[in-house]
């Protein structure tokens, strides 16, 4: 979908993650009339049922609500990262001691003066509250499908977690959202959130509150009725790609 806004060739063909980017394909005049087909991917794939995985959610678990922080390869992803870190130090001073918080950061973010701000954002948030984040060897995507809370502005863990009918909150700033419209030529809110699939915030919160809040309610409801999550389908892809290019 994100494509079909920033190409202007002709397709013969478009293929999608689920049927919800199919009906946005089709919403464009230039398109309205391509074959589209679901192929799903791997990220809408269930959980690892492993005793291995099991084991590390009931750990996290046990530190309280998992709130996953998914990072971004550009430098306005610190503005994210701040917000997130406020809103958890607003849940533990209204009383939620219990939490357990998970940052990955995305491996494309190289700017030092970025590293050097996200570190000092991070020791000083421990010096405060040692142990409340921690480390876990599970991805993004498999930890997005199990916390309660995945944290972002846009991308494929926000999805997941919509399709897991986790709670996804899509943090948006001036500059997260400039850098979302340079890299997809979209404006105002990330998709998800326009679809009611996510929440969209812009400062910090009590995310204790948040999870339980009717807005929140609301996006579960969405997530649990919306075909988000499509597995992969690999007889579907190579059907979609050897009829294009026959």
């Given at each position: 979908y994100l494509a079909c806004e920033r190409l202007t060739a002709a397709l013969s063909h478009a293929l999608v993650n689920n049927p919800i980017a199919a009906e946005l394909v089709r919403t464009k005049s230039r398109y309205a009339q391509v074959p589209t087909t679901v192929i799903g991917t791997h990220a809408a794939n269930p959980p690892p049922d492993t005793p291995e995985y099991r084991a590390e959610i009931a750990r996290l678990r046990q530190g309280g609500l998992i709130v996953l922080?998914?990072?971004h390869g550009q430098p306005y992803t610190l503005d994210i990262l701040r917000i997130t870190l406020e809103s958890v130090e607003r849940t533990i001073s209204s009383g939620m001691r219990k939490l357990s918080v998970v940052l990955k950061h995305h491996p494309k973010l190289k700017d030092p003066e970025s590293a050097a701000a996200t570190k000092a954002l991070l020791d000083s948030f421990n010096e405060r509250h040692?142990?409340?984040i921690v480390d876990t060897p599970l991805g993004s995507n498999e930890l997005a499908q199990s916390a309660d809370i995945t944290i972002s502005h846009h991308g494929t863990a926000l999805n997941v977690a919509a399709g897991a009918s986790r709670?996804?909150?899509s943090i948006r700033?001036?500059?997260?959202?400039?850098?979302?419209?340079k890299e997809s030529g979209l404006d105002g809110l990330y998709v998800l959130a326009q679809a009611g699939a996510a929440l969209s915030i812009s400062e910090p919160?009590?995310?204790?509150e948040l999870i339980y809040s009717p807005r929140a309610k609301n996006v579960f409801g969405t997530c649990d009725r919306l075909p988000i999550a499509s597995p992969p389908?690999?007889?579907a892809f190579l059907a979609a790609i050897t009829g294009a290019v026959g």
């Open positions: 922080y998914a990072g040692p142990g409340v709670l996804p909150v700033t001036p500059a997260a959202a400039e850098g979302y419209r919160c009590d995310l204790h389908n690999p007889a």
